[in-house]
């Protein structure tokens, strides 16, 4: 289907596989030199990106007593102004320091950890780069524009030994955990079928028009495009109009929520450590099956904050529902849980009261304790791949329009070698 101001979809899907061989490297900036956190001290904390996710996370990463921010890092002034003059007076001191190069953060001894609120484009990039300069990481989501990068990612903080946190903050919220809890204990009978919402996916190619570039202090363009295509400047861009362009945001948008209900689907079949099998598009979603004979089927929703059909609309965004022979649990943002039975609801008893399914607090908390005692994170680097892949597959398979098969192994797919090509993109280099 054609929409105005974009390639067709076959067309896109050519040109964009046929760039790929022209894929750059990201180099590094620094050697690992993070020192450890003693189990009483205090964690010092850079952030990289001060727009509305930081303004999300940051505040309830800082009502932790034992996080100090002392920089931020936004290649907008008026972003980073703002976040100084928020940590400032949350410390009540006037040292917290700005930076328009993340990489100047990074460069300083005296920072144990980031948090990476940036664009999608950035969040691996930068964790890559933080991890390789000493720094534990938490990352917003999706934490990789591609499967590559993702793999780029784990990799890098498997070899750094470096703490990492995806984003994915629902795996810390009550709801969602007594809903996982309750497929691995047996009472929904044999698990056979997850159910993910999504996004409908969807993929801007074509430029908006170009405007004068701004001083780069006011807004430094090469650094806000980083490792993407150049492409003139236009203030939507950077005023949140990035999103859906193929460019900038990961797998045809298919991971804004996807990256959360696919996570906790994962999470709730025992499959942290795998992906699926398959992934057949439709017009309504994309149904994956994994090893153990578990169908995963990805609901494309159009109206995600209005009526969701097929869903129980008090729950709130992000569902999710796990259906065993025995009974279903269903959750979502809401703080709320169902299930199909009154003998489940007595399962419920000892659910604390969740006000708020999307809060993060227990999620920074869960990351400063790692932080300290050097262990695995709720959202650590291999869950995070895994389910960022199984994402990244299934956008592909409704990209190509046909189904997938993938090697959970080796993380390719089979017979397909479109497919693979698409698994990364080139990177243009920002540095010079």
């Not at 009974?327 to 709320?336: L, N, Q």
Request: aromatic content about 8%.
């Amino acid at each position: 289907m054609e929409t105005e101001g974009r390639l067709p979809r076959r067309q896109f899907i050519q040109a964009a596989a046929a760039s790929v061989s022209a894929a750059g490297v990201l180099s590094s900036c620094a050697t690992a030199r993070g020192r450890a956190v003693p189990p009483s001290g205090t964690i010092t904390l850079g952030v990289i990106g001060a727009g509305p996710r930081c303004r999300h996370v940051l505040p309830q990463m800082l009502t932790h007593p034992d996080v100090r921010c002392v920089a931020v890092a936004d290649v907008q002034r008026g972003r980073r102004n703002s976040a100084k003059t928020f940590v400032d007076k949350t410390h009540g001191t006037a040292d917290c320091a700005v930076y328009r190069d993340f990489r100047e953060l990074l460069a300083r001894d005296d920072i144990d950890a980031v948090l990476i609120a940036t664009g999608d484009r950035w969040h691996a990039p930068a964790s890559i780069l933080a991890a390789e300069a000493g720094k534990d990481v938490y990352s917003e989501k999706p934490c990789g524009l591609t499967i590559a990068k993702c793999q780029e990612l784990a990799d890098t903080m498997k070899r750094t030994g470096r703490v990492f946190q995806a984003g994915t903050q629902r795996r810390s919220v009550a709801n969602f955990q007594k809903a996982v809890a309750l497929a691995h204990s047996g009472k929904l009978g044999r698990i056979h079928t997850l159910h993910a919402s999504a996004y409908v996916p969807e993929i801007k190619t074509a430029w908006l028009p170009g405007e004068p570039t701004p001083d780069p202090e006011e807004v430094d363009w090469n650094l806000w495009l980083g490792p993407c295509p150049w492409r003139p400047y236009n203030p939507e861009y950077v005023n949140g109009g990035w999103r859906a362009h193929w460019d900038f945001e990961s797998g045809a948008r298919l991971l804004d929520w996807g990256a959360h209900t696919v996570d906790l689907c994962q999470w709730a079949n025992r499959a942290d450590d795998t992906v699926p099998l398959s992934y057949e598009p439709d017009e309504t979603g994309i149904t994956a099956r994994y090893a153990n004979g578990v169908t995963l089927r990805i609901h494309f929703l159009k109206t995600p904050f209005e009526e969701r059909p097929g869903w129980i609309q008090a729950l709130g965004t992000c569902p999710v529902r796990f259906e065993g022979d025995d009974g279903w649990v269903e959750a979502g943002d809401s703080g709320g849980i169902e299930v199909s039975s009154d003998a489940l609801k007595k399962e419920l008893a000892d659910l604390p009261k969740v006000e708020n399914g999307i809060d993060v607090l227990a999620h920074t908390r869960d990351f400063l304790d790692c932080v300290k005692s050097r262990g695995a994170t709720a959202a650590n680097p291999e869950v995070m791949r895994r389910s960022h892949i199984a994402c990244h597959a299934a956008a592909l398979s409704w990209l190509l329009g046909r189904k997938l098969e993938m090697d959970p192994k080796t993380e390719t797919f089979l017979r397909d070698d479109e497919a693979n090509r698409l698994r990364s993109r080139p990177e243009r280099d920002w540095t010079v």
